[in-house]
C-alpha cells in the first residue's frame, strides 16, 4: 500500500469547505432565525437581541467556530496549533500597513463627508473609559470571523480558482452569510440597506484577499482590517463608504493584478509546515 506524501497528509481536503459552511451558516441562521420567528418567545427567555447580546456574539463567532472544528477534526491539536500560529504572520509590504492605518479612515471620512454628517455628528464617546470599552467589544466580535472566512474558507477555495475569484466567491458568501441580522431591529445591521453593504463586502473581500496572499496567509493582518472595519470611532458613512470600497476594491486589484489573476503564489494552506520551533516553516510561506 503507498501513502501520500506527509505534507499531503497534513492538508484539510476541499472538502472540508461543505461542513466548514453548513457549520458556520448552521449556527449562526439558527440563532438569527429563532429570533425572527419566534420573537416574542426568545425576547421572554434571553432578552431582546443587540449587538451586544451574547448569543449575538454566539453567532458572530461561527465561522471560527466551525474553522476550529474542521481543523481539529482532520489535523489534530498538533494542527491547531500550527493553524493558530498563522496569527504570527506579519510580513508584508509597508503598503498594506498604511492602507490599514490611513487609508481605511480616509475611506469613512469620504464617505461621511459624501453623506453630509463629516462634522455634523458629535464624537460619540463621552469618556476614555467608554471609548476604550467600544473598541474592546469591537476588537473581539467581527474580527473573529477571520478565523473562518481567511483562516480556511480563502485557502481552499484558492486551491479551485484564482484569487480574484476566490475573493468574489467568498464575498458572496460572506455578504449572504450577514442577511438575517438586516431582519433583526435590535441590531446595527438593522439600520441598514442590504444591497449597498452586500456590494461592499464583496469590494472588501477583493482587498483582504491581497492582503492575505502578500502576507502568506496570515490571519491577523485580515483580523486587524477587519477591527478597521467596524472600528467605532469611524464616523457613519453607510451606504456612501461603499462607493469609496469598491473604488478601492478596483486599484488593489489592478495593483496586483498578476498575482489576483494566477494561482502562482496564492496560499492554499490551512495548516502550515511546521519548523523545529512549532511555527509555520517560513519556507512554506515564502518568507
Known amino acids: 500500500m503507498t501513502f501520500p506524501p506527509v505534507a499531503d497528509r497534513r492538508q484539510i481536503a476541499l472538502i472540508s469547505l461543505a461542513p466548514f459552511l453548513l457549520m458556520t451558516f448552521g449556527l449562526a441562521w439558527g440563532i438569527l432565525a429563532l429570533f425572527i420567528l419566534l420573537p416574542d418567545r426568545m425576547n421572554a427567555i434571553f432578552g431582546e437581541l443587540t449587538g451586544d447580546h451574547p448569543l449575538f456574539y454566539l ?32 510580513r ?6 498604511a492602507f490599514l492605518i490611513v487609508g481605511i479612515p480616509l475611506l469613512f471620512f469620504g464617505g461621511a463627508a459624501l453623506k453630509g454628517n463629516f462634522f455634523a ?78 456590494a461592499g463586502t464583496i469590494a472588501v473581500s477583493l482587498i483582504v484577499t491581497a492582503l492575505f496572499n502578500a502576507s502568506r496567509g496570515s490571519i491577523l493582518l485580515p483580523a486587524l482590517m477587519h477591527f478597521q472595519l467596524i472600528n467605532p ?17 478596483v486599484l488593489v486589484v489592478w495593483f496586483n493584478r498578476a498575482a489576483m489573476l494566477s494561482k502562482e503564489g496564492a496560499c492554499t494552506e490551512v495548516v502550515p509546515l511546521a519548523n523545529s520551533s512549532g511555527m509555520p516553516d517560513a519556507r512554506s510561506h515564502g518568507l
Request: glycine share 6%.
Open 59 to 90: 453567532a458572530v463567532y461561527a465561522p471560527a467556530i466551525a474553522a476550529f472544528i474542521v481543523v481539529i477534526h482532520n489535523s489534530g491539536l498538533r494542527g491547531m496549533r500550527r493553524y493558530l500560529a498563522r496569527l504570527f504572520l506579519w
Open 121 to 198: 455628528e458629535p464624537f460619540p464617546f463621552l469618556s476614555i473609559q467608554s471609548l476604550l470599552m467600544a473598541m474592546l467589544l469591537a476588537a473581539i466580535k467581527g474580527p473573529i470571523e477571520e478565523f473562518g472566512w481567511r483562516g480556511i474558507a480563502l485557502p481552499l477555495l484558492q486551491r479551485k480558482f484564482a484569487p480574484i475569484w476566490a475573493a468574489l466567491i467568498l464575498g458572496v458568501i460572506w455578504g449572504v452569510w450577514h442577511l438575517p441580522a438586516f431582519m433583526l431591529s435590535g441590531t446595527q445591521q438593522g439600520a441598514w440597506s442590504f444591497t449597498p453593504f452586500f
Open 92 to 97: 508584508c509590504a509597508p503598503a498594506w500597513y
Open 233 to 249: 470611532i469611524w464616523p457613519d458613512a453607510q451606504p456612501y463608504d461603499t462607493l469609496f470600497f469598491v473604488a478601492a476594491a
